[in-house]
């Protein structure tokens, strides 16, 4: 009788058809919602979007001399490693959720699923901060693209003088058309995102080609080994050389941190279940190795350090190059080749912002989520998504017109906001050991989950308070870190939103949150009876 019952439970259990051959028009088993996109993406397409999207070389290499008060070069070198550690076990765990429930709504549909009976709330919080931490990245890369090309024009003009508004309209034009791409040019995606795949790998290529073979050539020589692996260099004010290593940790973060970027397309390839962790595999693989390569190459190249911090342009990573070739024109040759690779990486987050968004419009978890959750018959795509994407960052570049704190509190909070939304998902995995999701074809044996989950969720909990701490001290407003206050400000703006829908018609994932709702009634119907159920797997 006991069996029986326990039987009867597990048949309540959310099954998540491993359907990958899911036409247009059928219902996604997963999600519960109708297909309504082309399955446009192969496998070496999908690859390609995530290592595009994160483009871990070329981000690291964009905020390099931020990383380099918290320990110099080998605190580069060696936070970077430490942090792309900790991001392969939250990739590990992502990976193995896009596996089971392969869904477009990625973290936001999982938290809903794992939480149990308190998924709607998790999952909807989950949700929003993950599309606002991808939406702030885009800003951040367009920001980087955008210090890029002005810096073009002043290595070439020594008495030019940046402003801030010139940084602005370079902005604006690299915003719309990455954002115009993606709403127009849905089709063509797959062969573009193929295309930066191959400008990342022939930029990192000859970036360390170059930077290897120029300084022997022009005389300058190499740095000695000592200055990039063991001189180790603390420009923070902060007296505790490990809280600065932590710390510092924040900028390998920023460059590593996008593990979820291709589960948001899960349902425009096919067979997820199996491409979106072989994609997830190849993005971190691919980055890791690049990024690893790339910033070693770089730091030998450097001849005067102090010139890095008091540059004359926006975009230090001008300057750095002009070492390396010790010629103007090496700098701007090398920074059209990262230039290139970036702005696809802006198409990329355009891509997964824009998808994002519209998973929370069509559970209607969003303001005005009829129109947000649409997707253009003639496009074929979530256009009034992706449009308002484009409409976020525009007002974060006036944003940054006025203030350059108040635009870097926004795009700052990305890694913050992010890292509770993977959170948010893990944890309760863990605590549940696993008995909401049926494993798909990607599974980690139980202890490698515990080992793995409760790492991830132990570094993400550290290092979401380590990361909201000032960069430097002594600080002031100017200096400030308002990852806190942004992610905080926006949770409450979330939280009141929340107490308006939740009983007008929010429903979260159905398909997933009615399961799962299920088998817990079950559960406790057998509880109250007196029944006994096993957790122990079959």
Known sequence: MGE???????????????DDNTEVGEVLNASGHKQELNRNYSLLSICAIGITTGNVWAALGGSIVIALYNGGPPGVIYEFIAVSICYWMIAACIAELASAIPSSAGVYHWASITAGRYGKVIGYFAGWWNALGWVFATGSIASILATNV?????????????????????????????????????RALPMLTNLGLFLILAGVFITILVCAIMPSQTGMGHATSDFVWTEWQNQTGWTSNGFVFCAGMLNGAYAVGTPDCVSHLAEELPRPRINIPKAILAQYVVGCLTAFLYVIAIFYSVNDLDSLFDNPWP??????????????????????????????TCIGCYITSGRMFWTLGRDKALPFSGWIGHISPKYENPWNATLMCGVVNTILGCIYVGSTTAFSAFVGSFIVLTSASYL????????SRRRHVIPGPFSMPDPVFYVVAGLASAYMCAFIVVFCFPYAVPFDAQSMNYSSLITGGLSVFVGCWWFWIKDRGYVGPRAGIEAVERRLSVEDSIAGAGGKISAEKD
């Open 150 to 186: 002005v810096s073009m024009y002043g290595i070439f003009h020594p008495g030019y003088e940046w402003q801030r508004w010139h940084v602005f309209i370079a902005y604006l034009l690299i915003n719309w058309v990455a954002c115009a791409i993606v709403m127009f040019a849905n």
């Open 424 to 431: 948010a998902f893990i944890l309760p995995n863990l605590f």
């Open 4 to 18: 029986a019952k326990e039987h009867g439970v597990r048949e309540s259990a959310p099954q998540y058809v491993a």
């Open 315 to 344: 975009f230090p990573l001008a300057e750095l190059y002009r070492q390396a070739t010790n010629s103007r024109g090496g700098s701007l040759g090398l920074l059209i080749v990262i230039f290139l690779p970036t702005f696809s």
